[in-house]
């Protein structure tokens, strides 16, 4: 609808122009006076285009910014839920958790949960800025009456500058046709009083041009002059939530990054071994025999065992023994243990860590003495 007004403003002037320059060519002596050949004017009404096209872009622009901060602030409300709900799931878990070995994952899930809702609380607190200090002015701005009012002006001047138009061309009217009848008084009179309406039209034009010329340029300063506030405040909120939550993730990520470094860096737990130790060597073999050993042992034939997985002597009465070894049993005891010779030394070792072999080479039976 813009676009079409300024054009049919366009086709107006320029008619009118054709009408003054074909007055001027036969004779008519307004055509020079007329309201087209007022340079001022012109230039009035030419920066009042302007005024009008700059207020109008910078208003739909404010629209623009006020609809998008509502939308982000509802948005952003859905996410504070969520991350709220997060937040007690985490504290949920870190109180009732009952795992067995150990409560790292609890004192990191409440750890969570408190920078979670630290987070979330700044969140609500930049959600508000936003509406305060962004949204609220600017649709106070749109929707104020110093816009509405210039921009009334304007569409008034317009509307006069219409009637002037008309005016004029209603003057150059009547001079042609006092020309072509000369000396009736009748026809004098009502070109008098057509120019005497005419130079009315143009003053109050003039005065009212002014006015809202005036009017436009102090709402275009201020729409100016607000928006880029309302912009620097809305980046200056968002730029101190973004701050604020990395300092909490920051303070987070050191706190499990500890924990972690402490869990990796301590020793294995040690484990109880539910497998008693072996009998003593030398009671097994008849020196300080006790009836309790000796209940412990099963006389058995020698027979000949290959190791399947390697064991590692915890004590000088037990025997090394390398995946693939052969050994040569010569006792077994009732509580999990072996004693044999391997490689010119004996000594006990698992009794699960061989396996018995009916048929092996002479080479390898070699390799148990």
């Not at 629209?63 to 998008?68: L, P, S």
């Not at 609890?106 to 949960?113: D, H, P, T």
């Not at 924990?259 to 003593?280: D, K, L």
């Amino acid at each position: 609808m813009e676009a079409i007004r300024k054009q049919a403003s366009k086709l107006r002037e320029q008619v009118a122009r054709q009408q003054q320059a074909v007055m001027k060519q036969f004779g008519g002596g307004y055509g020079a006076d007329g309201v087209f050949a007022d340079e001022a004017e012109a230039q009035q009404h030419s920066k009042l285009e302007k005024l009008y096209i700059s207020t109008r872009a910078a208003k739909h622009f404010q629209r623009d910014i006020v609809r998008g901060v509502e939308g982000y602030i509802v948005t952003g409300s859905k996410q504070v839920e969520i991350g709220n709900k997060l937040c007690e799931d985490g504290k949920k878990y870190g109180t009732e958790n009952t795992c067995t070995s150990g409560s790292t994952l609890s004192k990191a899930a409440l750890s969570f949960a408190k920078a979670r809702s630290m987070m979330e609380k700044e969140r609500g607190n930049l959600l508000k800025a936003l509406g305060t200090q962004v949204a609220e002015p600017l649709r106070a701005m749109v929707m104020g009456a110093p816009l509405e009012d210039a921009r009334h002006l304007a569409q008034r001047y317009d509307r006069m500058r219409q009637e002037a138009e008309a005016q004029a061309i209603e003057v150059s009217k009547r001079q042609m046709k006092l020309r072509e009848a000369s000396g009736n008084s009748d026809m004098v009179a009502r070109l008098e009083a057509t120019e005497l309406k005419l130079q009315e039209l143009k003053s109050n034009m003039g005065v009212l041009g002014k006015e809202a010329v005036a009017a436009m340029t102090a709402v275009e300063a201020q729409q100016q002059r607000l928006t880029l506030q309302r912009l620097i405040a809305l980046v200056e909120s968002e730029r101190n939530y973004h701050q604020k939550v990395l300092q909490i993730l920051d303070q987070l990520e050191r706190e499990m990054v500890s924990e972690r470094q402490r869990i990796e860096g301590a020793p294995p737990p040690v484990v109880e071994s539910s497998m008693p130790p072996p009998p003593a060597y030398e009671e097994v073999n008849g020196i300080f025999m006790r009836n309790t050993v000796a209940e412990l042992v099963e006389t058995v034939e020698y027979f000949l065992a290959e190791a399947i997985q390697s064991y590692r002597a915890e004590s000088d009465t037990e025997l090394n023994l390398s995946a693939g070894d052969y050994i040569v049993v010569r006792k077994v005891s009732n509580n999990g243990w072996a004693e044999g010779e391997c490689r010119g030394k004996a000594g006990w070792f698992p009794y699960d860590y061989i396996e018995k072999r009916e048929r092996v080479l002479a080479s390898k039976v070699a390799q148990g003495f």
